[in-house]
């Protein structure tokens, strides 16, 4: 009896599985695909049942050729591609080439599936091969198909409509429409201006702050403070009423459970590599190939993840017994809940592998392989693998406090504090949260507060009337964008990243610190296909068309009457736009405003250069301007009312920046007074660097808070963590700053570098006492 021939994608899994089969294997890659469709008109047949025709890749076919050398010298063939549906695929296609060259005669074809690179899990599955599924092949086949028409169909109509070298994608079109969305809401929305306003209270030296939440009997909401004039005579009223005391009226206790999030999936992967580890999806993905594929970390390689495209977040029992295993043995019985946690997959229909992304070995600890590992494998290893063990160790607690403070009859300011008693899971791993309101709200419901007693008097520091703006919707991050794909049901575990790359190598979106824009082209082909391409880009169309496909993977639906369904009313859909839509009907955008050398109608336009202001009458009239000056000029118009220039005196504007919004005089360049529209928290601690400004608390670009001193620019001393007016007792420096760790808890440090100063607060009251 000949050898086994057993074929996989990648040199790296070849190198992994001989270290698990004997010499009766030979292990070969295909080097991923071995053929695609034909690149020209006609690939896809749609007379004769969408009949498709291939050709080898031409990068590949010395490494067909090899396959098809080996396998005549052996008696099997095994194809042990990847465990989806592109993995089927590529698997079929190597039978179709193989059996075409006649190399296969009296030699048995298996298809071999396993979910992790590991010695069981590999000779497990030869043990048990299977055939090949052709429901899998042939869901591929019709994503592909659908693809190759509606680019070989919509790309040429761009080229016509708007501009040559464009195209246009099945599932990236909906994905460049969500970004344009939001673009637009941002460009559209109006800030509202309103006023909150804050106690600075003291108890038992521990500073704190609270919010008005009740004035004259009445809640306050958002709205309820609109201007300055009406905050400052709150302001005023309560600085009276309080003689400087408030009164604990109200003191509510009560305790919360929080539970561990489920194990990582494609999506929430590439989603907290993104918001943690600022990696792209691609980056992502291709470090986690690396890790499932096998790494050398002493006894040759092994494969250290499971397979990383899944939407499932079931563990093994296996798994989940190693795990708790370790739980015990790392962080004592007590971290280990009673009974193992079970997480429902939300996916309507994860296939696409049985298995989270999990460590196979979860005894295999980061750092004891740190050495074997590159920075990004170790970092996306070390994050998958705390995922796994918190998903499986006991909640954490969460004591809260709510005081509620009275000034006067009516009058209720209100502080909100957590201590987390038992960290449970949070010691290992918590999960990271996107710029959002709500992520905001809960980091200010997460402060320290004193201990206080009902009827207790509060020392009043002062009272602070904060102006605050309304904010547009936030950009699309790499992480937001993949969570918001995911809800609509837009794409697969192994399409992500591939739809994001796609639109940022077309040039429809660029990338500014982490956020997608889409570019001047990218909005006017998103326009063009949502306005005459409805249904194509619309996200519940999309959504469908990937659970039919679906279907298709599980013999539910069969994909030549799926296909037909899609082709007739598209085909007829793109005979009509083109020979209906004119090319201005789409580049053009028409404005109420006359041109200002011939009194023609100006249009917004589409240029080599972007989008720009021009006159109908071109080329008889070749007036322009620039569309960005149009759009500074509209935001300056949105004066802020009932406020002057504190340096000149004249009306203040809404402004936009290269980060943003912002408040500045409307004299400038005379005038270059500027402020954020958030006016920043003042601690009344003094600057220890110039001693005449105070720590203001400010937010960064990132999202992130620091304190930095008042006199900015003059001075631009800051640090990261609230300071508090107490000396150093090692360096003698006039602050210190309150520092909060996952694993070190709540500390007063001296933030002096070289000086080293920490001292934990074992409960709140002794925060900032000397």
């Given amino acids: 009896m000949g050898k086994i021939l057993v074929i996989v994608e990648s ?63 052996c008696s099997a063939l095994y194809l042990a591609t990847d465990p989806d549906r592109e993995g089927e695929a590529i698997s ?78 099945r599932v990236q079109s909906p994905a460049l429409r969500m970004i344009v969305d939001r673009q637009d809401e941002i460009e559209k929305f109006i800030s509202q201006e309103y006023w909150s306003i804050e106690a600075d209270l003291s108890a038992k030296n521990h500073p704190f702050s609270a919010k008005l939440a009740e004035y004259k009997g009445k809640k306050l909401e958002q709205f309820s403070i609109v201007n300055e004039q009406q905050a400052k005579a709150i302001e005023d009223d309560l600085r009276v009423l309080s003689q400087g005391k408030l009164i604990v009226e109200k003191i509510t206790k009560s305790q919360r459970k929080r539970n561990p999030t489920a194990p990582f999936t494609t999506s929430t992967l590439q989603q907290e590599a993104s918001r943690k580890l600022g990696f792209s999806t691609q980056r992502t993905m291709r470090v986690a190939q690396q890790l499932y594929e096998g790494i050398d970390v002493g006894e040759g390689a092994t494969g250290l993840i499971t397979y990383m495209r899944t939407d499932s977040v079931n563990l093994a029992n296996e798994a989940i017994e190693e795990i708790r295993d370790l739980i015990e043995k790392r962080y004592g019985i007590e971290a280990l809940p009673k009974e193992p946690r079970l997480y429902k997959t939300k996916a309507k229909n994860a296939q696409e592998a049985h298995e989270a992304i999990r460590p196979t070995v979860a005894h ?62 949070m010691q290992v791993y918590l999960e990271g949260t996107d710029d959002t309101a709500e992520a905001k709200d809960k980091e200010e419901g997460e402060r320290l507060l004193p201990a206080m007693a009902k009827g207790e008097l509060i020392d009043l520091v002062m009272i602070n009337a904060n102006q605050h703006f309304t904010e547009p919707p936030p950009y699309f991050t790499e992480a937001s964008l993949v969570k918001t794909l995911e809800e609509h049901g837009i794409g697969r575990p192994s399409t992500y990243a591939s739809i994001i790359s796609t639109l940022q190598q077309r040039a429809y979106v660029e990338l500014e610190n982490r956020r997608f824009k889409p570019t001047d082209v990218g909005r ?47 085909i007829q859909l793109v005979d009509t736009t083109e020979e209906t839509v004119k090319r201005q009907d789409v580049t053009h955008e028409a404005l109420d405003e ?107 670009r990132y999202g992130t808070f620091f304190y930095s001193c008042s006199q900015y620019p003059d001075c631009k001393y800051a640090v990261n963590s609230p300071p508090i007016v107490q000396a150093c007792p090692t360096c003698q420096w006039p602050i210190l700053i309150i520092k909060t760790t996952k694993r070190r808890g709540t500390e007063k440090a001296c933030p002096q570098k070289e000086c080293g100063f920490t001292e934990a607060i074992v409960d709140p009251e002794s925060a900032a006492s000397g």
Wanted: charged share 30%; proline share 4%; aromatic share 8%.
């Fill in 524 to 570: 006017i082909v998103s326009k063009f296909l949502t306005q005459y391409f409805t249904q194509y880009v619309d996200y519940d169309f999309t959504a469908k068309l990937e659970d039919e496909l679906d279907a298709v993977s599980r013999g539910e639906k069969q994909w030549v009457p799926l296909m037909a369904d899609f082709w007739k009313p598209f």
């Fill in 92 to 169: 079929w296609h190597l039978y179709e080439l193989v059996k075409e060259r006649k190399v296969l005669k009296d030699k048995s074809v298996h298809r071999v599936v396993f979910h992790e690179i590991t010695k069981t899990a590999v000779q497990a599955a030869i043990l048990k091969p299977r055939e090949l599924s052709m429901d899998l092949v042939n869901a591929q086949q019709a994503r592909r198909a659908l693809d190759y028409l509606v680019g070989f169909n919509l790309s040429p109509l761009l080229w016509k409509k708007i501009r040559r070298g464009l195209s246009a994608g």
């Fill in 594 to 700: 006359k041109c200002p050398k011939c009194e023609k109608a100006l249009s917004i336009r589409l240029g080599k250069r972007g989008r720009f202001i021009g006159c109908t009458a071109y080329p008889e009239c070749d007036y322009t301007r620039n569309l960005q000056e149009d759009r500074e000029a509209s935001l300056q118009s949105q004066v802020v009312e009932g406020r002057l220039c504190p340096k000149c005196d004249s009306e203040l504007v809404m402004k936009q920046g290269k980060y943003g919004k912002f408040i500045g005089c409307s004299q400038y360049p005379k005038c270059k007074h500027i402020e954020s529209l958030e006016k920043p928290e003042d601690t009344e601690v003094t600057c220890p660097t110039c001693h005449k400004g105070t720590m203001v608390k400010r937010k960064s």
């Fill in 364 to 425: 295999a600890l980061p750092d004891s392989i740190k050495q074997a590992l590159t920075p990004d494998q170790y970092k996306l290893y070390n994050l998958i693998w705390k995922r796994t063990i918190a998903c499986q160790m006991i909640h954490a607690t969460t004591d809260t406090v709510a005081v509620d403070l009275s000034c006067g009859e009516g009058n209720r300011f209100r502080a909100n504090g957590s201590v987390i008693t038992s960290p449970g899971f």
């Fill in 11 to 73: 040199p790296a899994k070849a190198k992994t599985l001989k270290k698990y089969l004997d010499k009766n294997y030979e292990i070969l890659a295909s080097y991923g695909h071995v053929r695609d469709l034909v690149p020209k008109e006609g690939a896809v047949d749609t007379e004769h049942d969408f009949a498709m025709k291939y050709q080898v890749l031409e990068k590949n076919s010395k490494h067909v050729d090899e396959i098809c050398s080996q396998l005549k010298k």
